[in-house]
């Protein structure tokens, strides 16, 4: 989060400085949605607690939940100078996207047709399956521990490269990288690794050694 102060961990008040950008959010959403505990919490819709003497119901405020079938969760937020703020996940067949709006008074509607847009235009590509990746030069085996998916729109899936560098002087762990971009703008690199043959040892080896 390159654009965002916080100086105190709320953000309500308007006398201390405060601010990010809905990029930002966008990251901090996407951050924080590794969290199981903290999905299952935006992803409530009611929550129900009972003690000895009276019974509870709280309702999530975030009404995009109930009401548009793919939203996993949000939160939303108000100060005066923030105006409404929204940020909302949403996820459809193996497409997850983030919305987030800042001073919107129509956010809901706001948040349900940009997700409709990214789910009409974009699809999620795996591009390197670390479980399906062939690459072997003067037969030397190399292999990847991570996978990488990213959403395009169906013409920017031809503009995307997927480039191998390889650096000789190093003898073992990482000898490189995978290197993915579309238009020349790198989307992610991800370690390149050199398999190791086993040396197999016969009777004779194990016997006299």
Do not use: Q
């Not at 793919?70 to 409404?84: I, L, Q, R």
């Not at 193996?94 to 956010?107: G, S």
């Not at 670390?130 to 521990?145: G, P, R, S």
């Amino acid at each position: 989060m390159t654009n965002t102060t916080f100086s105190n961990p709320h953000g309500l008040d308007e006398e201390t400085k405060n601010y990010s950008t809905a990029r930002d959010m966008a990251k901090l959403s996407r951050y924080a949605y590794k969290n199981k505990t903290y999905r299952k919490i935006i992803g409530t819709e009611e929550y129900r607690v009972k003690t000895d003497n009276k019974s509870y119901l709280w309702y999530n405020r975030m009404k995009l939940l109930g009401d548009y079938k793919y939203c996993t969760g949000g939160k939303n937020g108000y100060t005066p100078s923030a105006g409404k703020t929204l940020v909302t996940t949403h996820k459809k067949g193996n497409l997850k996207i983030t919305v987030v709006t800042l001073y919107d008074n129509d956010e809901y509607n706001n948040h349900e047709r940009l997700a409709e847009y990214a789910f009409d235009n974009y699809s999620n590509y795996n591009i390197v399956d670390k479980n399906d990746f062939d690459l072997i030069i003067d037969n030397n085996k190399y292999y990847v521990n991570k996978s990488f998916s990213y959403p395009l729109t169906e013409s920017e899936k031809d503009n995307v490269k997927v480039l191998a560098s390889i650096d000789d002087s190093i003898n073992s762990g990482k000898v490189g990288n995978i290197n993915i971009s579309i238009n020349n703008k790198t989307l992610k690199k991800i370690p390149l690794y050199i398999k190791k043959e086993k040396k197999k040892e016969n009777f004779f080896t194990k016997l006299f050694s």
